[in-house]
């Protein structure tokens, strides 16, 4: 018994390690200017289910710092992430992004996270953390390249219409902060009402269904 606690003990303090690691040569990302969005300016050219096991997304999650800012791995359904390779291509370019589809334990909220393998619009990653009530997710944070956004969980905020609404070195950020679920499946068509699986597979059927915006203001700082 002292045997598998002290084993426990050393994986813990070998993932922290990793972790810290990880977190030291972390890349910096670029500048986003404006209001962008990623799915809106690419192609799909292919896509491609990733059959991980949960210990593999358990190690990706707890190696991703961005994941942390959303949402903690030990929180997670593990049993149900999905994970989709797409091709798309962007200004006559090949760009890998890797889209998961992560539930929570509560079942009641979804984190979706998209990592592109050269920038978008200046995007790296993206993240959207929904809470979902009947056929309606509403979104809960928005992360974009290493910025955390916390948004009102009971209403979608109007902070912005420009960048000249932001002081200086602030940007004017647009997002979707409700959408109805049975309309993104119906423009999916292939994952019935599993908004993990919409998430994955159709992410621009989000942007599709949605039914109202918000906006914040995001200042840009030098770092990761």
């Known amino acids: 018994m002292r045997r598998r606690a002290l084993l426990a003990i050393l994986v813990v303090l070998l993932l922290i390690g990793a972790y810290g690691a990880y977190v030291v040569s972390y890349p910096k990302y670029p500048e986003v200017k404006g209001c962008v969005n990623p799915f809106a300016v690419t192609k799909p050219v292919s896509k ?45 370019e090949k760009v890998t992004m890797l ?26 990653i993206f993240g959207v953390e929904y809470a979902i009530t009947g056929n309606i997710a509403k979104a809960n944070a928005v992360y974009l390249n290493g910025k955390l956004k916390k948004l009102d969980s009971n209403s979608c905020s109007q902070e912005c219409q420009s960048n000249s609404d932001c002081g200086f070195l602030g940007q004017c950020h647009w997002y979707c902060c409700k959408f109805d679920i049975i309309k993104a499946a119906e423009c999916c068509g292939i994952c019935g009402d599993n908004i993990v699986c919409i998430a994955t597979w159709c992410a621009f059927c989000i942007y599709e269904s949605c039914y109202q915006w918000g906006s914040y203001c995001q200042g840009w700082t030098p770092g990761p």
Do not use: C
Not at 116 to 124: A, D, E, R, T
């Open 48 to 92: 491609v289910q990733e059959n991980w096991s949960e210990v593999h997304v358990f190690f990706k999650l707890v190696t991703t710092r961005d994941f942390w800012k959303l949402a903690k791995p030990w929180d997670v359904d593990y049993s149900h992430v999905k994970v989709v390779k797409h091709t798309i291509e962007y200004n006559g």
């Open 99 to 124: 889209a998961m589809g992560i539930p929570l334990k509560d079942k009641k909220h979804v984190i979706a996270l998209y990592e592109f393998s050269k920038p978008v619009q200046g995007v790296k």
